[in-house]
């Protein structure tokens, strides 16, 4: 069905709310679910749900715990991981304005930090590049192993352009979580290949999924990419584990590169990235590609047309979750 | 056939002079081919033989022509690529030694930069978390194009621990340019999936693979990453182009980050880094598994091997065409 996005955004605010989290807090996590709600990630509203986003009751005070020049290591006192980032990539960026460089950490949140193309783009939207990693539970296996030890492990990274910023935002794993979630819900099997059952056997079953381990994306490469990922925001941001060996928080990483440390100026670096990308995307396509795409520009397009005609398709049975959670 | 390592050496030392480089050059270029050669990475010997290096007749002076506290632009002057790699790999250490951070990018270089897990390696040597990306001619394809455009755009991450360094170095192309050089030497198929041929058909023919363009590793997100590593190569860097569009020269970026921007110490981030290493190496394996490898970590294993022997198995055509071109 077509849904407002106006009534869907009012629905997802007291959504939100009636999880526990302050107003300042609760527009955070609203224009980071939008986000991905509007650009057609799947890190939406459907977060909202189900288990949802309960704020932490033991959540206390966010402290920088580490301060200098061009860095800082947040402790996120239990607080949803999206604010906690968003308080990151402020500092980063302020950072990377006023010295060229500027890189925080985040240690002490164990909740989901949304699609993370969202901080990448503000950062480049603020003239610089931005790379963010983000750590989660035991979901993801290394290559040659089939036990859950990586989070799914994204990377984004943001770099400027005289028109909207390339935005290349990934999961390392072949298949995000909420993927195998949306497939057990619907009933529906999971690809081939992209998971484990808890014996070690391939397995399309997305309950056995879930209970045993997704793969990387790309084989060796994708998995070692995962690691580096999970060196980068857990033992560099000053993690824990459980006396069990499980994680006690999940870290992020951000940073921010000012590209006039080695281009000219910012104009000349964003033409000469926008020159590069006109050219990209006039090489010769395979015979059924209508238009090579750059990183971020599917999720602009799906914007731009969300945003013209103002409402957004949804399923029936989410907006009717979402709604009893607002209580409407 | 086996071969000494001094022997190796001896030889290939001569067959780099006989290239046209200065004894300082040489040694710098020696090192990292036989760091190639003595982990089993393809970026080796070979690279000496054929068409080989030889040295740009007009290669002028290496210049600094930008230099802040956090970064630096290099001038390759059309010097060989581990030469000028070289030298911003040193001047990134030093700054971010100096300072936390350390960001130098090189233009004017249009030759190999070797395996470029060495440059990455000596960062992490140096205690510090090292990035390194390479660009290079056209022979990668955009995801949903054929035409060549991309060089086979390789990135290295180093990070160190209490023992050897990760060391992740991977090209972003499904298969390296030298993989399909040496198959059609040898006569022999490329992998089903990983070229099109110029008409944009799928080939195992290693000459129409090499007139039409490699894929990218892991569909659109090892193209998009591919993306990234050209955009941080070119116009960050300050890389030109012909009248006709084909690139001028390639650009290498390379940057050090001092963990101690985030981490208590460099002691502990090291001990945190090796504890998740050696915790990741002890999950359960898939039955064909003997162990779980970290990065880097086969080539240290081959290294220590063919170092205990003093000798390396070396292709018998090959060490008689380097004794040649030594003029043994």
Known sequence: MKVK??????????????QGYNPDDAEIILEIIMYA???????????LIGAGLPANPNAGDIRVVKDTKLSAVIDGA???GMVVVTQATRMAI?????????IVGT????????????????????????????????????YG????FFGTNPLAIGIPTSDNPIVFDMATAAIAYYGIVSAKTAGEPIPEGVAYDSEGNITTDPAKALAGAIKAFGGYKGAALALIVELLTRPLVGTSRNTDGTKEDWGNLVFA???????????????????????LKDRKKLPDVDEILAPGERGDKFYEQVMATGEIELDDGLWQALQAIAGN
């Open 145 to 148: 192993s089939y036990e859950p």
């Open 78 to 80: 239990w607080n949803q």
């Open 107 to 142: 240690h002490k949140t164990n909740s989901a930090t949304g699609a993370i193309g969202y901080y990448a783009r503000w950062i480049a939207n603020e003239g610089l590049i931005g790379f963010v990693f983000s750590g989660s539970g035991e979901y993801m296996a290394m």
């Open 5 to 18: 996005i106006d009534s869907l955004k009012v629905a997802a605010r007291q959504a939100i709310l009636n």
């Open 257 to 279: 590169v000012d590209p006039e440390l080695l281009a000219d100026d910012l104009e000349s670096f964003k033409e000469g990235v926008s020159d590069l990308i006109a050219r």
């Open 94 to 102: 302020e950072k990377a304005k006023a010295h060229g460089f500027g």
């Open 37 to 47: 709600q509007l650009r057609g990630n799947n890190q939406n509203v459907i977060k």
